[in-house]
């Protein structure tokens, strides 16, 4: 069955940094577009990011534009967030996500498998 993975997650300070990674399994990684969320309490879970199949198309929301930037390694069936600059807003618990489809989208439910998530903390 297809399972999504994330790890990466932690307590940093503001300003710091972490590389979130998603490890896919069980499907076809190429032919995915890959999307990474985030839900912090209280909130509704908001897109982030999402990376083309071939990693030449990304979107990113207004929020993280310049601090973070996705990516994907086909060999390795993991795509990435690099996550720079963080701000106490930040923190959430970041999940992955795989559409089979070959256009990116910031819709949460244009995704058909989601990941068990990982937490982000950022103490002032």
């Known amino acids: 069955q297809v399972q999504l993975v994330e790890s990466g997650g932690a307590l940093v300070q503001a300003g710091g940094s972490l590389r979130l990674s998603c490890a896919a399994s069980g499907l076809s990684f190429s032919s995915y577009t890959m999307g990474w969320f985030r839900q912090a309490p209280g909130k509704e879970r908001e897109f982030v990011a999402a990376?083309?199949?071939?990693?030449?198309?990304?979107r990113y929301a207004d929020s993280v534009k310049g601090r973070f930037t996705v990516s994907r390694d086909s060999a390795k069936k993991t795509v990435y967030l690099q996550v720079n600059s963080l701000k106490p807003e930040d923190t959430a618990v970041y999940y992955c996500?795989?559409?089979?489809?070959?256009?990116?989208?910031?819709?949460?439910?244009?995704?058909?498998?989601w990941g068990q998530g990982t937490q982000v903390t950022i103490s002032s």
């Open positions: 996500a795989a559409r089979n489809l070959l256009t990116t989208t910031t819709v949460a439910s244009g995704y058909d498998y």
């Open positions: 990376i083309g199949w071939s990693g030449s198309s990304t």
